[in-house]
């Protein structure tokens, strides 16, 4: 009955290889398979004019990822590469011409027959080089930057363009806002009206048949579910369908809703709902107007009772999409076969994960039967004259099903000697020939095996009249008027074995029915009252709706019919009868006032840099346009009136010279009532530089000023966020320094982050937190103020140099001296001894002692100094808490200064006697045992030390013990000597 062959390629390995089969020409089938090996740089194309009887090579001079063939123009192909460019071929892939780059794979469309006027034109989404995403079509034979055109003024959302029939959808973002779009039959793009607090989370588009729209919604409120709309003929207005569609995540993030389209037969869906956790399928003849659930079979596959009955137990299919688009889902319908469903499922209360028993109902779902009990991959051939079956499994085959009967019974066949690994079934071309392709490969490094199947042979005669029979598509109540009309159709007798042929047609009669109330939808804006409610399935409005309200687009001398709440399925064709849509009053549209009016920046941005372009776009959802004027004030003395802003879409072109704030505000007016809308815009110079200055030292609970030092100075323009330890929540302030202290000892990391705008920095220090340390208040010569800049890294280095000398003249370790230049004029510094790693056998009082003692000894002997550019020489001493000096570093004394003899004998007696005081004091606690010699302040209100907010303030001697946190103020000069560095 079939024969069988293996296509060997030259030079092909199916390990990254993928076949594309190009949809019938008007005579011969074409076939193109794509290839490429492991080691190749390059990929061939393979084409065959004669049904794959010969192949010619073709090589492709890039990398193609998906190809995708004209719908009605077979030699003409687009091919998108790996690199996000997309290339047009004229010629079936011999020579291939670059039409876009940064395109974005799988949103590129073919233009749409009978909607597009040019059959060349091409559809697709494409990052600008700002980096937004736009909607652009463009001729595959001119397509440049010239006449690339955007159809749409904004920005779209990646990944969101969709092109189906008489429609195009995207979704659009901004101020984390999602606004869905749609354009009818290449019309302007309208918002998609959807119940007003549905607040769509996501939105898939399910079919755009019939011109009609159905669209999946996931609502604010659902998870794993979706609610399924339908819309008016334009895809404008969407009312409620079914809620709670079950929905799942796929590879990639794409997102699968159960919910299929049963072609053949127009108006019939099957939905799996999630209700309570429970999983049932659900079956619609009207387009989502009246579900049921499916009626279970009474006998299984070996003739025994199923047990199966409602309410408690139905049919339930799963309604999975195949990965391989080669092979079917889960559940397979064709046009060309109307009423013939077959599908994996189960019976019982709901769907079952793990069972794939295999249904088949050839009345389009009145009636079902069992035929495996497996799952399997189904192909339909001669108009469904012929049912081929392959067992879905990883493992080789080499045995295929097949049923001429509609299921009834089921034959065996060997397809080849061998066993494969079934990749793919194919009918060539179509459903209406009884030839058939299964390709696979018999190991993963094997070359591919393309298998004809051929049934003629088991057909000795073409069908006649006589062999065909008729039967009535009816809903599970057995309602023969469906979406307004009678159909019958004609199928061929279980005892006839004849071919059907290509001309053969399924439908045989349609009578129209008179329009009954089943035949009416819910309105937007209305929904269907619940069944146990006293007017059951009468349409009210929602409590957000007016039905007497103006359509958004009524313009002032129109008229427009109010909704009654009903509204007739797209292509319902009942006639006469029942009308419940019709309204008795016929209004006129009257003078609305502005509503919903907006004012944004081109890009949505609201912060942009001086002297730069700002293009503010205007729009009006709602109330009248005409004789609406708008008052634009763009907030730096800019002001101006215009009419017809909001129709023609233009924007406003305005640059700002100079850096601040300012309000820009759009009043929008008419004799009916006024609207207005604020933006406030802030225009700044990009953040050039950010050092975090902090003490390197503190001590528990003391507090210390972080301070960020920042270029240029923006007030009231930037945000810091403050990171402190390993805190991920941080501190917000709108000032350059934030006051903390720090409970446990250790080393803090401390992170800012500087945002003004669009622009960010971002800098990190570490500050060491201790229980003791000693503080040696230093100064230096004055030559040393002359050669200030007073920059961070300057003060920086300054003190690395100190420390290094400090530690090579008095032997104590570098990495238990901290010396931190102060900011500001004069030059000070403070020195932090910090205590050694405790050891047992040492005295910590005694080495820290001796460890101060060296540190004064060098600096009061002047051996502590370094050399500037020119030879000058700084010298580093103590400094004298009262003056700020020490001896011999201080100016010679001037007028005024008199008095300075009494006043250094006063101090040196109160002086004297401290010492004694604390010589007394020392003496008593050497005598107990394991006490510490480092006294504890007295007073840490008189011991803190605060920096210098004037050039003059005092500062204090050595301080030992808990040290009180140095307070770091950036004064007027640093903050200008740090930018102009």
Request: hydrophobic content about 35%.
């Amino acid at each position: 009955m079939a024969g069988w062959g293996v296509l060997a390629l030259p030079s092909i390995l199916p390990t990254e290889g993928t076949g594309h089969t190009q949809p019938p020409g008007p005579s011969v089938f074409q076939i193109i398979l794509l290839s490429s090996s492991l080691g190749d740089r390059d990929q061939s194309l393979f084409l065959s004019a004669d049904e794959g009887a010969t192949f010619q090579k073709q090589l492709v001079p890039f990398f193609v990822e998906t190809l995708t063939f004209h719908p009605k123009e077979e030699d003409k192909v687009l091919a998108y590469t790996r690199d996000s460019k997309l290339y047009a071929s004229s010629d079936l892939g011999k020579k291939w011409t670059l039409l876009q780059e940064r395109v974005t794979k799988d949103h590129v469309f073919w233009a749409v027959s009978g909607v597009d006027a040019d059959p060349d034109l091409v559809h697709m989404e494409a990052q600008d080089p700002s980096g937004g995403f736009r909607y652009v079509t463009c001729h595959i034979h001119n397509c440049s930057k010239e006449t690339l055109t955007a159809l749409f003024a904004g920005p779209i959302d990646h990944g969101s363009l969709a092109v189906q029939d008489d429609y195009i959808f995207f979704k659009a973002t901004s101020t984390n806002r999602t606004k869905y779009y749609v354009s009818y039959r290449r019309n302007e793009f309208v918002l998609m009206k959807l119940p007003k607090y549905a607040l769509p989370k996501d939105l898939q588009i399910i079919s755009t048949d019939e011109n009609q729209v159905f669209v999946a919604v996931q609502e604010w409120h659902q998870a794993d579910t979706y609610n399924l709309y339908q819309s008016d003929p334009r895809g404008v207005h969407y009312a409620l369908a079914l809620r709670d569609v079950r929905s799942s995540r796929q590879a990639e993030e794409s997102v699968v809703i159960d919910i299929l389209e049963v072609r053949g037969v127009k108006g019939v869906f099957l939905a799996n709902q999630k209700i309570d956790g429970k999983v049932m399928t659900l079956i619609t003849y009207n387009k989502g107007r009246d579900w049921d659930y499916l009626r279970p079979p009474s006998m299984d596959m070996n003739g025994k009772p199923t047990n199966c009955k409602p309410p408690d137990c139905h049919l339930h299919l799963h309604l999975r999409w195949a990965d391989n688009p080669y092979v079917s889902g889960t559940v397979h319908t064709k046009d060309t076969a109307p009423g013939l469903i077959m599908g994996a499922g189960n019976l019982g209360s709901q769907l079952v994960e793990y069972k794939e028993e295999m249904y088949i109902t050839s009345d389009c779902g009145h009636t079902w039967r069992q035929v495996f009990e497996e799952e399997h991959h189904i192909l339909y051939l001669d108009h469904g004259g012929v049912i081929v079956a392959v067992k879905d499994t990883s493992i080789p085959l080499k045995t295929l099903k097949f049923s001429l009967d509609e299921g009834l019974t089921w034959s065996t066949h060997n397809f080849t000697s061998t066993s494969v690994f079934v990749d793919g079934l194919l009918s060539e071309p179509g459903d209406e020939t009884l030839v058939m392709t299964v390709f696979g490969h018999i190991s993963f490094r094997s070359d591919w095996e393309l298998v004809k199947v051929d049934f003629r042979p088991s057909f000795s005669r073409q069908c006649s009249e006589d062999d065909y029979s008729s039967w009535d598509l009816t809903d599970l109540q057995g309602d023969r008027c469906i979406m307004g009309q009678q159909r019958s159709f004609r199928k061929r007798k279980s005892t006839s074995w004849c071919i059907k042929g290509r001309s053969f047609t399924s439908a045989l009669t349609s009578r129209v029915c008179e329009c009954r109330d089943s035949d009416f939808l819910c309105d937007y804006g209305f929904e269907r009252s619940p069944s146990s409610e006293s007017e059951a399935n009468k349409c009210s409005a929602n409590f957000w709706f007016n039905p007497l309200s103006p359509p958004d687009d009524c313009a002032l001398g129109q008229t427009y019919t109010s909704s009654l709440g009903y509204r007739k399925a797209v292509s319902n064709v009942c006639e006469g009868g029942v009308d419940l849509q019709q309204s008795p009053v016929q209004l006129q549209c009257p003078l609305t006032p502005p509503r919903g009016l907006q004012v944004s920046i081109r890009g949505e941005a609201v912060a942009v840099r001086p002297r730069e372009d700002v293009l503010f776009v205007v729009r009006q959802e709602q109330g009248d346009v005409l004789t609406t004027k708008y008052q634009v004030d763009l907030g730096d003395g800019f002001k101006a009136m215009y009419v017809n802003l909001t129709l023609t879409g233009e924007p406003i072109r305005h640059r700002y010279e100079s850096p601040g704030v300012y309000r820009v505000s759009v009043r929008a007016e008419n004799m009916a009532g006024h609207d207005e809308a604020v933006l406030f815009v802030q225009v700044n110079s990009p953040l050039q530089a950010l050092y975090l200055e902090v003490v390197p030292v503190i001590g528990i609970n003391q507090e210390v000023n972080l301070t960020a030092v920042l270029l240029p100075l923006n007030p009231n323009l930037t945000v810091f966020y403050w990171w402190i330890g390993h805190s991920l929540q941080p501190l917000l302030s709108l000032d350059n320094s934030v006051t903390t202290q720090f409970p446990d000892t250790g080393d803090v990391r401390v992170t800012v982050q500087a945002a003004c705008g669009n622009s960010v920095l971002q800098d990190s220090r570490v500050i060491r937190v201790l229980d003791q340390f000693q503080v040696v208040p230093l100064q230096f010569s004055k030559d040393l103020d002359a050669n200030n800049p007073n920059t961070p890294e300057w003060r920086e280095d300054v003190g690395l140099v100190v420390t290094r000398l400090l530690s090579k003249e008095t032997s104590v370790p570098e990495e238990l001296l901290v010396t931190v230049v102060k900011p500001g004029l004069p030059t000070l510094a403070d020195l932090y001894v910090l205590l050694p790693p405790p050891r047992p056998t040492r005295k910590r009082s005694l080495t820290s002692d001796k460890r101060l003692a060296a540190i004064q000894q060098v600096l009061k002997s002047q051996k502590i100094s370094f050399l500037l550019q020119g030879g000058v020489r700084v010298l580093v001493a103590l400094r004298d808490t009262d003056t700020g000096e020490s001896p011999g570093m201080g100016g010679r004394g001037g007028p005024g200064q008199g008095g300075g003899g009494y006043w250094a004998a006063a101090v040196l007696f109160v002086v004297g006697l401290f010492a004694a005081a604390a010589f007394i004091l020392y003496k008593f606690k050497r005598k107990r045992p394991g006490r510490t010699v480092y006294a504890q302040m007295h007073n840490e209100k008189e011991q803190e030390m605060t920096s210098p907010v004037g050039h003059c303030e005092d500062v204090q001697s050595t301080i030992q013990g808990n040290h009180s946190g140095v307070v770091l103020s950036i004064n007027s000069r640093e903050m200008h000597s740090y930018l102009v560095s």
